[in-house]
């Protein structure tokens, strides 16, 4: 396994220490070290050069000793470091996942409004980091969504399956592959959600003649085809992976959150850069999964473009 940490950023919150859960339990599942980071914000008045006097060192961090006091006594642990920094959480928090395996916050912080559902620095990691980052929701979401139609994430094997949205039209690799390897990883099913946008938007100006009906079925039945051809190398790499399509009408946002209810974890990609774009961006369905899924989402940076 990979020798880089999974690394849990806490702030003493209960949405932090939800996701050092998370994080300990992917750490043991990788067979990956756990580093566990606090972001410290002080002063931000101050010169950016210069740390407030009397801050305390790291072995003295309350907040790291929260935690070093949770994790005391157990066992079955994998090995565990602490590191505190100091800065704006939003810019330290994704410089983490220079050197980690994955990235695991919590939806909310201290700071901010208690309504919000995703706070700053979490978007902001998941925006911004180079590793794959995971947002652990408080529990009891509700969605707002009805789960007819997406079906329940169970698969086979143990536990909560794994959901993975694929975009037909611009299949992302390594939005696939960690699906795949994830729900190896937990021993769970697979489902696939491909969404297809219907119905279908037409625009004409005067005295155009109308384009011909298209078939539903037809064009649900050519996003299975391209779906399932998607995922033939990834069922190849993990044959132990049952991995079942849906393929569904109308909003692949709303169909990923109301999959979300009961399941382990929704994986999503995020926009590889453009040319004429070239600021990293989530897309408008990766947030508003992170925004309103009930469970767990990880947002999975694009793999590099080939040369």
Do not use: K
Request: hydrophobic share 45%; charged share 20%.
């Amino acid at each position: 396994m990979s020798t880089q940490p999974v690394v849990a950023a806490v702030d003493g919150s209960d949405d932090s220490l939800r996701a050092l859960e998370w994080a300990l339990d992917a750490a043991h599942r990788r067979e990956a070290p756990l580093r566990v980071a606090h972001v410290r914000q002080y002063a931000l008045w101050g010169r950016p050069d210069a740390a407030p006097a009397g801050l305390p060192a790291a072995e003295d961090d309350p907040v790291l000793g929260l935690v070093r006091g949770r994790l005391e006594g157990r066992t079955g642990l994998s090995a565990v470091d602490f590191v505190a920094l100091d800065g704006a959480p939003g810019a330290v928090l994704p410089e983490l996942g220079a050197t980690a395996q994955l990235l695991v916050l919590g939806s909310r912080g201290r700071g901010g409004f208690s309504s919000l559902l995703l706070g700053s620095n979490s978007l902001a990691a998941a925006r911004d980091a180079e590793c794959s980052v995971v947002v652990v929701p408080r529990p009891g979401r509700d969605t707002g969504t009805s789960t007819e139609g997406a079906g329940s994430a169970e698969g086979a094997g143990a536990g909560p399956g794994v959901v993975v949205g694929v975009n037909v039209d611009s299949p992302d690799e390594a939005t696939l592959a960690f699906a795949f390897r994830e729900a190896a990883l937990r021993g769970a099913g697979l489902r696939v959600l491909a969404a297809y946008p219907w119905p279908p938007q037409t625009w004409m100006l005067p005295g155009e003649v109308p384009a011909p009906q298209i078939d539903q079925s037809a064009v649900e039945h050519e996003t299975r085809v391209l779906a399932d051809g998607f995922l033939v190398p990834h069922r190849t790499r993990h044959p132990e992976v049952t991995a079942e399509i849906r393929v569904l009408p109308g909003d692949a946002a709303g169909h990923l959150v109301a999959a979300s209810e009961g399941a382990g974890l929704v994986v999503v990609g995020r926009h590889r850069r453009r040319l004429l774009a070239p600021a990293r961006m989530m897309g408008s369905v990766t947030q508003a999964v992170l925004l309103h899924a009930a469970s767990p989402v990880v947002v999975v940076p694009p793999a590099p473009p080939e040369e």
